[in-house]
């Protein structure tokens, strides 16, 4: 145990994405999320159509199915929607706002529920009950009717769905990680550290949350897919981001209405990568609870 | 006895948990909740001298951390006060109040959650010192590996992080984090209990050899009498929250008085075995919770009489320096 082993901190990462790599599932998620990635960043580069240039569509294009070829003589691979747009490219950048939605809401959401996580705990009394009596009060709600009760508030807009998402999601940050200070607080190295006269920021953000980092990182994962599909849920509902600049959720609501007279594609594409990601987000954040778990980490530092 | 480094006058130290508005309403309906209050140290009286080492012994759960933690600074004290030559810590402001609070520092019992696990050894030996400004960025890296050659550390281990240390050796990084600040009193709170017995020697002498050459003061906590005796000047037995006997280690020793003294001396395997007639404590330690009347030691005590359920036993002098909270002694 002592003396030979490697040290923790440069060897993190790779060994994480080693214990990703090593399991054909989490592969599979890990290969998901990627090319999903890839796709909301360089896609726009290669589709054929600027999906949300109005002009460079052509009306007598639409609700043309997969493999067909357009008046142009363009090869529309997924068929187009019922304004004659290309499936693959409006795809494309509505992954890109799913995306994006996502990330800046998890984002958002966890850099103020992990502080206020923090605080509760390290502060105690007061600080901690009107924190966590708001915590409360948020989770006490199903999560989409608040959601949906603020946006209707605010209005619609890519800025008011985060907006509205991150005020429910830094919940879910703030009660975990709680859970996680205070046990760590019962450690000694905390008392240590105050003993040493270091100032309260230093210890709970040098001390604490490094030693908190682990469920921060698995909520975030899975939390960026539930705010993916929250995302979706809004816009098919019609509340959330503008027409202008369609979700993956919004391109399935607007080919719902055409399901039933046989233009399957304009809805059932669209979910399905919908679907794909937040599987692969998924399968990845299952992954990373197991490897980060800190007890079997511990486990492993014993052998 | 020269003055006093640290003087301990009457410190008591309650945990209370208070009742939320829920419970709050419960009792204006008529429920009996109550805040239940553990008198965790109780009046405690103590001073130690500088440069002497003061062993502090109970059984587990009678207090010793929770006054170590108020003596350290940790803790404040629900009332009494704790003073550091001859000032109130607590009282002192900015550069003053620092330089008290970093001259007294505490080696923690579990040498396994004491540690910050996701530090290297030089982080933390380091940050402390560099954070106080007590050496600049370019003599950082001296600085910690004169500090660990002193613990008996090898100084190019200071880039390992704590798991990959032996109980032992973490217990000396413990000891050199405390040390990177330059203290003179050290609250070692049970530093050997979790180590192994073919370790435990080697901290022991460490900590003899780091006081006779830095000239530090020490609170020994333990609740092995034999550990305290080979290593203390004065030793101070506590029971359930009180100190009920102090003597210099030799005269505790060999003429305890307390009937609980007597007792947990009674419990350690001895040369020249000094057994008195009644050997183990008899009973279970009472919950601080709710703890006896008057001596607190009356419901397992061999001499208990009546006066003992009801009146709290006075600490007397029985001899110079010999100090025992017993009606036996009269009075
Ligand atoms: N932070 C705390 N909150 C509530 N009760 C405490 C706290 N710390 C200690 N206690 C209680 O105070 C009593 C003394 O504990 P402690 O000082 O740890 O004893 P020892 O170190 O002698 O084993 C115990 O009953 C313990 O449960
Ligand atoms: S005061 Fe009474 S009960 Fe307490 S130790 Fe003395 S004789 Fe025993
Ligand atoms: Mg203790």
Redesign the pocket.
């Known amino acids: 145990m002592k003396g030979t082993a490697s040290p923790g901190r440069d060897g993190m990462g790779s060994k994480i994405l080693r214990e990703l790599v090593g399991s054909p599932s989490s592969l599979i998620g890990l290969v998901i999320c990627v090319v999903v990635v890839f796709l909301a960043i360089f896609g726009p580069l290669v589709t054929s159509q600027d999906p949300y240039d109005l002009s460079k569509l052509n009306i007598m294009d639409n609700r043309l199915p997969p493999g067909s070829v357009g008046i142009d003589g363009a090869v529309y691979v997924l068929g187009t929607d019922g304004q004659g747009r290309d499936m693959v490219s409006a795809m494309i950048y509505g992954l890109r706002t799913s995306l994006l939605v996502g990330i800046l809401t998890t984002a958002l959401a966890m850099v103020i529920g992990t502080t206020m996580g923090l605080l509760a705990a390290y502060k105690g009394g007061w600080v901690d009950t009107i924190i966590m009596r708001l915590v409360d009060l948020i989770l006490g709600f199903p999560m989409m009717l608040l959601a949906l009760i603020l946006l209707a508030a605010l209005g619609p807009g890519i800025d008011k769905v985060i907006l509205a998402l991150v005020a429910v999601q830094w919940a879910f940050y703030a009660r975990t990680i709680r859970g996680t200070a205070l046990s760590e607080m019962n450690r000694e190295y905390i008392e240590a550290a105050r003993c040493l006269a270091l100032s309260e920021r230093r210890i709970i953000f040098r001390h604490l949350l490094v030693n908190c980092l682990p469920p921060v990182i698995v909520i975030s994962t899975i939390k960026v897919a539930g705010a993916i599909s929250a995302e979706a849920t809004l816009s098919f509902l019609g509340l959330g981001v503008p027409i202008t600049k369609p979700s993956l959720g919004l391109l399935i609501s607007n080919g719902y209405r055409y399901l039933l007279s046989g233009s399957y594609w304009i809805s059932i594409f669209p979910g399905i990568l919908l679907m794909l990601t937040i599987f692969g987000i998924n399968i990845v954040g299952d992954r990373l609870k197991e490897v980060l778990n800190p007890r079997l980490q511990e486990n492993k530092a014993v052998e | 006895m020269s003055e006093a480094l640290v003087d301990v006058q009457g410190v008591s130290k309650r ?1 209370g ?1 208070r009742l939320d508005t829920v419970e709050r309403l419960a009792r204006r309906l008529g429920s009996d909740i109550s805040e239940e209050i ?1 008198h ?2 109780d009046a405690v009286s103590l001073k130690v001298a500088e440069g002497e080492v003061l062993g502090l012994v ?12 108020v003596i350290s600074g940790l803790l404040p004290a629900s009332s009494g006060r704790v003073l550091y030559r001859g000032a109130d810590p607590s009282l002192l402001k900015g550069d003053e109040a620092r330089a008290a609070k970093l001259n007294r520092q505490m080696i923690f019992q579990d040498p396994y959650s004491s540690l910050n696990p996701r530090m290297q050894v030089r982080g933390i030996i380091g940050e402390a010192p560099r954070y106080h400004g007590l050496c600049d960025r370019a003599g950082l890296e001296g600085y910690i590996d004169a500090i660990m050659a002193k613990v008996g550390l090898e100084p190019s281990f200071k880039d390992r992080y704590p798991h990959q240390f032996s109980g032992g050796q973490r217990q000396r990084i413990g000891i050199a984090r405390a040390l990177a600040v330059k203290p003179d009193f050290i609250v070692c ?2 530093p050997i209990a979790a180590l192994d017995v073919s370790i435990q020697a080697q901290i022991i002498n460490l900590f003899m050899k780091l006081r006779s050459e830095l000239g530090l003061t020490y609170l020994f ?1 333990s ?1 092995d009498l034999g550990v305290v005796e080979h290593l203390s000047d004065t030793v101070a037995i ?1 029971y359930l ?1 009180r100190i009920v006997e102090t003597a210099a280690a030799e005269e505790l020793f060999s003429h305890p008085n307390h009937p609980y003294t007597l007792a947990l001396l009674a419990e350690v395997p001895r040369l020249g075995g000094r057994k008195k007639d009644f050997s183990v404590i008899k009973g279970e330690i009472p919950s ?2 709710d703890p006896p009347r008057g001596c607190h030691f009356h419901p397992r005590c061999p001499h208990a009489m009546p006066r003992c359920a009801a009146e709290i036993p006075a600490s007397r002098e029985i001899l110079g320096g010999h100090f025992s909270a017993c009606h036996l002694n009269g009075g």
């Open positions: 945990f948990r553990v965790a140290v109970g059984e587990s759960g009678c207090g010793k951390s929770t006054l170590g933690r709170d049970e906590i609740h506590m929250g601080p919770l």
